[in-house]
């Protein structure tokens, strides 16, 4: 007759240990996924940032282009400008609003503007080659600006 509680004595060990074996290895498999999860949400988050860092650049950049064509209609230059006011923190702000005014002409302009935003925006980079950049070295297509400004000015005094 077969000895099923002496065979039970010597398998019963392999058992269990397979079966802790399973469980450790069903727990890492669960732990390894959500390490995975984890560093897959965060690579989302960064580029949702990222996303909308360009797009509040590409905002600021728009305001300013349409501001120096001096439009006819300013519905739209409104629009971006308030939308820029939102996000923007005080102290560039208030120089974009001198900007726009033409106020502090000397010590506010589009090229110190521009860089304070641009470092702005990026200042939780790690690089440091966005503090690199001069106002000076910010290139700004004035010639129509001025033009146009100047027939402004001579329709306005006829």
């Known amino acids: 007759m077969i000895e099923w509680d002496l065979i039970w004595a010597h398998v019963e060990p392999y058992l269990t240990g397979a079966a802790i074996l399973s469980g450790v290895f069903y727990w890492i498999k669960l732990l ?9 949400s965060i690579k989302l988050e960064e580029y949702k940032y990222e996303v909308e860092k360009r797009k509040k650049a ?35 702000a208030q120089d974009l ?11 506010v302009c589009v090229r110190s503007v521009l860089n304070k935003i641009r470092k702005h925006l990026n200042s939780e980079s790690p690089s440091t080659s966005f503090n690199r950049l001069e106002n000076d ?10 033009k146009k400004y ?6 306005s005094l006829k």
């Open 137 to 146: 070295q910010i290139i700004v297509f004035s010639q129509e600006t001025k």
């Open 97 to 107: 609003s001198s900007l726009l005014a033409h106020k502090e002409e000397n010590k």
């Open 32 to 40: 390894v996924a959500e390490i995975v999860k984890l560093k897959y």
């Open 150 to 155: 100047a027939e402004r000015v001579t329709n």
């Open 58 to 92: 590409e905002m600021v950049a728009k305001l300013l282009a349409h501001w120096l064509s001096f439009p006819e209609q300013q519905e739209e230059l409104n629009r971006l400008t308030f939308e820029c006011f939102l996000w923007l923190p005080d102290d560039i």
